[in-house]
């Protein structure tokens, strides 16, 4: 599901922020590392284990990453889908394409 995920963002035109990886790494090394953040597994789990239409829920206990920030607004928008992510310092509410803290956090 983490690869089907990923491969329908980049068909909507998500491009990841490779800046958000810190590691000396070659270019594909770095997009490797950015899709398996704890987020972006939480959620193709959700979409695998909830009906079409269901919200999905994460926790976390540290910031989102700007590069997870913009794919949770894509998935939101290609899956139709609210994402309701509580992170470290607030609740994002992600519903078609755009979040509750307008890019703000």
Known sequence: ???D???RLKKAGYVPDRSEVLFE???EEKENALSLHSEKLAI?????????GMPIRVV????????CHSATKLI???YNREIIVRDRNRFHHFKDGSCSCKDFW
């Open 25 to 27: 790494m070659d270019e």
């Open 5 to 7: 995920m990923i491969c």
């Open 76 to 78: 939101s928008k290609v």
């Open 44 to 52: 193709a789990y959700g979409l695998i284990s909830t009906s079409p």
């Open 1 to 3: 599901m983490l690869d």
């Open 60 to 67: 976390k206990n540290l910031r989102v990453c700007s590069d």
